[in-house]
């Protein structure tokens, strides 16, 4: 019975967090709105390493802008873009598990549970994956605060 009021307790105070979250918007962004430094989403999953989209081949998201090396990566992504977006924003996962927003370096990327994840550098992508399991559920934690602090 403890557990249920605490829990209760818990999900009641979470809850303007997640509203102020919903109304909020935190994406790593160039200065003119392109996401993930003008990388091609779904090329890291299909093809396992990061390429160059082409500015001729657009999509907007959410508020960000994603480019695409072919109009078939364009296609996929129209058709499920939760599926190709990165977590937390294309910020760096080790980062976000720290409560902090840091940039990242593109070939330090990594699928985890079927989610595009950045990372600062290969170096960090190492460290985060000394407890990946762990770290991810650091980072999903600190998300909606981070939003909430930072986002637009």
Partial sequence: MKKLILSLVLATLALPLFAQTATKNLLNLDKTGVAIQGY???????????????????????GAIYL???????????????????????????GVSRNKLV???????????????????K????????????????ADANWASLVVKKGK
Avoid: M, W
């Avoid at 170096?123 to 650091?138: P, S």
């Fill in 40 to 62: 091609d989403p779904v090329a890291f999953f299909t093809d396992n390493k990061p390429v160059k989209g082409d500015p001729k081949l657009p999509a907007k998201h959410d």
């Fill in 68 to 94: 695409f090396s072919s109009k078939e990566h364009k296609d996929l992504f129209k058709a499920d873009p939760a599926k190709y977006t990165p977590k937390f924003g294309g910020y760096c996962a080790y």
């Fill in 103 to 121: 940039e990242i370096d593109v070939d330090a990327f990594q699928i985890v549970d079927g989610k595009l994840l950045l990372q600062y550098s």
């Fill in 123 to 138: 170096g960090v992508r190492d460290d985060f994956n000394k407890d990946t399991k762990g770290n991810l559920a650091k």
